[in-house]
């Protein structure tokens, strides 16, 4: 579960929405933000982060604490970083992934909101 953590951020990173989406099984369901509908299935995946991903410039996804584990959960911290333009915004992010038997997320949870962002340097 941690390669896989560790490789969606990877993806994320070098803007690879294939890359990011095979982390995924193909029914896998994405509530991003948490309080949202989910996007079910690979191709709302890609359609999702492919849009994500167009509405900044650069996306740098960097896990901010430890990876924890428990049964075929995994939760995590990390910070978002878009840049847009010369705009730079930080938000803050806990994830939380179920994983099927093939090690592939299921299930994932992201639990941010936008009054939460925050101009960087």
């Known amino acids: 579960m941690k390669t896989t953590v560790n490789r969606y ?70 910070t978002a970083e878009s840049h847009i333009g010369e705009m730079k915004l930080g938000v803050d992010i806990i994830d939380v992934m179920s994983f099927d038997d093939d090690g592939r997320i299921a299930e994932m949870r992201a639990y941010w909101s936008m009054a939460d962002a925050r101009p960087l340097d």
């Open 9 to 78: 951020v990877e993806r994320h990173c070098a803007g690879d929405i294939e890359g990011i989406v095979d982390n995924f099984s193909a029914t896998a369901s994405v509530w991003d933000p948490a309080d949202t509908a989910p996007h079910v299935g690979r191709e709302a995946l890609l359609a999702f982060f492919a849009g994500t991903h167009q509405m900044a410039d650069k996306l740098i996804l960097t896990i901010t604490g430890p990876i924890r584990c428990a049964g075929n959960q995994a939760a995590f911290p990390m």
